[in-house]
């Protein structure tokens, strides 16, 4: 009997042994997954191919986003000099205007003395100061503007002249 349990024992060493180098064979072997549990590979490569192309798109609206504020700033300050442009000359021509009509009530009253045969040394001097200071009045506002056009045409000759020099 003793050699009967031996045997048996030994079978059962063997089956177990056995089962054994299954299990470990089995588990060192990929098993197939059925179709419905299987991971989509062409949705998981579209899926980082969306992702990838959403980077960009915020990369992008990135970069648009600080050109906008860089042309907001430019824009900004082309309106600032403008504006005080435009200031100098609403100036001038309050200056010129006024000069104009101060002059044109002097020559009035100088007519009516020369009308009347009364030569007026006051109102000759008061005239001709009088003209004087529209004619500065005039090139002032003429200065002005040629400044305005100088400082228009000087990024226009810088890229000419960067491009020259390229």
Same mark, same amino acid.
């Given at each position: 009997?003793?050699?009967?349990e031996?045997?048996?024992?030994a079978?059962?060493?063997?089956?177990?042994?056995?089962?054994?180098?299954?299990a470990?064979?089995?588990?060192?072997t990929?098993q197939?997954v059925?179709?419905h549990l299987?991971?989509?590979v062409?949705?998981h490569? *579209?899926?980082?191919?969306?992702?990838?192309a959403?980077a960009?798109?915020?990369?992008r609206?990135?970069?648009?986003k600080?050109h906008?504020?860089d042309?907001?700033?430019?824009?900004? *300050?082309q309106?600032?000099?403008l504006?005080?442009?435009l200031?100098?000359?609403?100036?001038?021509?309050?200056?010129?205007?006024?000069?104009v009509a101060?002059?044109r009530?002097?020559?009035?009253?100088?007519?009516?003395?020369a009308?009347?045969g009364?030569?007026?040394?006051?109102?000759i001097?008061k005239?001709?100061?009088?003209?004087l200071?529209a004619l500065?009045?005039?090139?002032t506002?003429?200065?002005n503007e040629m400044n305005?056009i100088?400082?228009?045409?000087?990024?226009?000759?810088?890229a000419?002249?960067?491009?020259?020099?390229?």
């Amino acid at each position: 009997m003793q050699d009967l349990e031996q045997r048996i024992a030994a079978a059962f060493a063997r089956i177990s042994a056995g089962v054994d180098g299954m299990a470990s064979q089995i588990a060192a072997t990929p098993q197939p997954v059925p179709g419905h549990l299987m991971p989509d590979v062409d949705l998981h490569t *579209a899926l980082d191919e969306q992702r990838m192309a959403n980077a960009q798109l915020h990369e992008r609206l990135a970069i648009l986003k600080a050109h906008a504020a860089d042309i907001e700033q430019d824009l900004q *300050a082309q309106v600032e000099t403008l504006t005080r442009h435009l200031d100098a000359q609403g100036i001038d021509l309050q200056r010129l205007s006024s000069t104009v009509a101060q002059l044109r009530e002097d020559l009035r009253r100088l007519r009516e003395a020369a009308v009347q045969g009364v030569v007026d040394p006051g109102l000759i001097n008061k005239a001709m100061m009088a003209e004087l200071d529209a004619l500065r009045a005039t090139r002032t506002a003429e200065v002005n503007e040629m400044n305005d056009i100088l400082s228009a045409l000087e990024p226009i000759l810088q890229a000419e002249e960067a491009r020259a020099h390229a």
